[in-house]
Nanobody, 127 residues
Framework: QVQLVESGGGLVQTGGSLRLSCAAS????????MGWFRQAPGKEREFVAVITWNAGITYYTDSVKGRFTISRDNAKNTVYLQMNSLKPEDTAVYYC????????????????????WGQGTQVTVSS
C-alpha cells in the first residue's frame, strides 16, 4: 500500500492561493489515479478533484471548477492541487488518496474507490 503525505496547507485570505502537494512512497504511484478530498468541520468528506494515472483525464466537483487545478509529476511521485481564488467555504482538511485500482482508464470520485489516504493538511480561508 502506498504511503501518502500532504503538505502546503495554511491560512490565507479570501481570493488568495495555495498549492497542496501529496508525496507518495513506492514504485506504483505512477500506475494509480489520484484524488483530493476535503472535510469541513461538522460536514461529510467530499470529493474535490481527481486525475487518472496517466494524467489524461481530470475531473472536479462543480464548486471548484475554474479555480482549482490537479496535476501530477510521476517522476517525483507527487500530485498537486493548485487552489486559486479561495473562498471561506473552501476551509477544510484536505486529503489526497490513491485509486485502489491500477491503470483505471476513467476517473472515480467515490471515497470507497480509493485505497490509501494521507493524514490531511488544514486549509483555512479567512474572510
Amino acid at each position: 500500500q502506498v504511503q501518502l503525505v500532504e503538505s502546503g496547507g495554511g491560512l490565507v485570505q479570501t481570493g488568495g492561493s495555495l498549492r497542496l502537494s501529496c508525496a507518495a512512497s513506492g514504485r506504483t504511484f505512477r500506475l494509480h489515479g489520484m484524488g483530493w478530498f476535503r472535510q469541513a468541520p461538522g460536514k461529510e468528506r467530499e470529493f474535490v478533484a481527481v486525475i487518472t494515472w496517466n494524467a489524461g483525464i481530470t475531473y472536479y466537483t462543480d464548486s471548484v471548477k475554474g479555480r482549482f487545478t490537479i496535476s501530477r509529476d510521476n517522476a517525483k511521485n507527487t500530485v498537486y492541487l493548485q487552489m486559486n481564488s479561495l473562498k471561506p467555504e473552501d476551509t477544510a482538511v484536505y486529503y489526497c488518496a490513491s485509486d485502489s485500482v491500477a491503470l483505471r482508464g476513467r476517473p472515480v470520485t467515490a471515497g470507497s474507490d480509493f485505497g490509501s489516504w494521507g493524514q490531511g493538511t488544514q486549509v483555512t480561508v479567512s474572510s
